[in-house]
């Protein structure tokens, strides 16, 4: 199942982000990330990803 939320977090880093831990501080975090740059977005959301 991660590997999936790893695909959907190289395309849609916040979607990515809110299968992993809902709608939260890391998930509002990421919109910013995703918003300042794209690969800042994905970078954090593979962390999330991969941390939990």
Same mark, same amino acid.
């Not at 890391?26 to 941390?51: C, E, M, R």
């Given at each position: 199942?991660?590997?999936?939320?790893? %695909? %959907? #977090?190289? /395309?849609?880093?916040? /979607? =990515?982000?809110?299968?992993?831990? =809902?709608? =939260?501080?890391?998930?509002?975090? *990421?919109? &910013? &990330?995703?918003? /300042?740059?794209?690969?800042? =977005? %994905?970078?954090? #959301?593979?962390?999330?990803? #991969?941390? *939990?």
């Amino acid at each position: 199942m991660d590997i999936i939320r790893i %695909i %959907i #977090a190289i /395309l849609l880093p916040p /979607l =990515g982000v809110f299968l992993q831990v =809902g709608i =939260g501080g890391q998930f509002w975090l *990421n919109i &910013l &990330l995703t918003i /300042l740059g794209y690969f800042p =977005g %994905i970078l954090h #959301a593979v962390w999330v990803i #991969a941390k *939990n």
